[in-house]
């Protein structure tokens, strides 16, 4: 019998963060903003206390949704070190730490955060770790 690997291609998880304030519009500039730089976006994140207004947005741009624990955000090492964000939520980056969760062990960022032009919404690419796949 032989053994065939089959490569499964790294998926970009773009990953938010946002004030109280943030519009749809802030949210969807953000990600204009993270295509433009990084290409298509295969998946949308929010820690479940934002999840809202991120499902409107992925419902809005026919992207998959996918919620991560606020408790798990101050677990995760970002590139970014808001001083905001490390008092309200524990992480120096609430959408570096979703994107990293969302995207799964082995996951890197692909730069920093962008922030909309509105300054209310922030949002960071990370991609899953490539896998081979026995068959």
Do not use: C, W
């Not at 963060?17 to 500039?29: I, K, M, W």
């Not at 953000?30 to 409107?56: C, K, N, R, T």
């Not at 008092?87 to 969760?101: P, Y």
């Not at 730069?111 to 960071?124: C, F, H, M, P, Q």
């Amino acid at each position: 019998m032989i053994q065939q690997t089959v490569a499964r291609q790294a998926l970009k998880v773009a990953g938010f963060g946002f004030r109280q304030q943030a519009t749809l519009e802030s949210l969807e500039q953000a990600l204009d903003q993270l295509i433009a730089e990084y290409g298509p976006i295969d998946q949308l994140a929010a820690a479940h206390s934002m999840l809202p207004l991120v499902e409107a947005l992925g419902s809005a741009r026919h992207i998959p949704v996918m919620g991560v624990a606020d408790t798990a955000l101050a677990s995760v090492t970002t590139l970014t070190h808001s001083a905001y964000s490390l008092r309200e939520k524990g992480t120096g980056s609430v959408a570096e730490a979703v994107a990293l969760l969302a995207a799964g062990s082995g996951a890197r960022l692909l730069g920093l955060r962008t922030v909309s032009n509105d300054r209310k919404a922030t949002a960071a690419v990370a991609t899953t770790a490539a896998q081979g796949v026995g068959l």
